[in-house]
């Protein structure tokens, strides 16, 4: 048994399931996912098209595995750099750090998004796993909110719709950006969503 608690077998189905959502990611992006067959993507990762069916049942079903790994990944991400982070404001900007750096750490797999997401399609849903963690990750976007009202840090609003306009606004805006002809920086996408959530989330007291 390996360290990581792993037999053999077990990890060589680990590389070569990531193997299919490594090409899957890349052909998704620059194809589209309705364009993409599963033999496609068995051969773009050196794969007879007979192996993939050993790992994954259907297109669906990969896209789905590759939606929670990305998933998974960005959760991972926030949950490790909060503990860190003491009143609200702090919490909200590095929040809005981590959401920032992996738009543009992975912008060849938010670009699926960009041209698939408003396909009317059942299979684009999220599944139930990633929904869960989503859920989540709302209400821990939430308690911060609440939590800067309560301190006199943040005005005082709806937060359900106030969590509506922010992954609305944030989401559209670095997907655009990624994929805008015009070259805007990690840095400047970040700042201008901080200064612009600020300038209306922060009250006088909290501006000092």
Avoid: W
């Amino acid at each position: 048994m390996a360290k990581d608690g792993l037999t053999r077998k077990e990890r060589d189905k680990q590389r070569r399931e990531d193997d299919f959502l490594n090409a899957a990611e890349k052909l998704y992006a620059g194809r589209g996912y309705f364009q993409t067959s599963m033999e496609d993507v068995a051969q773009e990762a050196e794969y007879a098209t007979g192996t993939i069916y050993r790992y994954f049942a259907s297109k669906e079903e990969l896209y789905h595995k590759l939606l929670i790994r990305k998933g998974n990944a960005y959760f991972e991400m926030i949950h490790g750099i909060l503990p860190d982070k003491n009143t609200p404001l702090e919490r909200l900007q590095a929040i809005i750090h981590s959401q920032v750096r992996f738009f543009f750490d992975n912008a060849e797999f938010m670009r699926i998004y960009i041209t698939e997401v408003n396909a009317p399609c059942d299979t684009m849903n999220p599944p139930e796993e990633l929904e869960k963690a989503h859920t989540q990750y709302m209400k821990m976007l939430g308690d911060i909110l609440r939590d800067g009202m309560k301190e006199g840090v943040f005005r005082k609003m709806d937060v359900d719709m106030l969590l509506l306009a922010y992954i609305g606004m944030t989401n559209n805006l670095l997907c655009k950006t990624i994929s805008s002809e015009k070259k805007i920086s990690e840095e400047d996408a970040e700042a201008f969503i901080l200064s612009f959530l600020e300038d209306g989330l922060m009250t006088t007291k909290g501006n000092k």
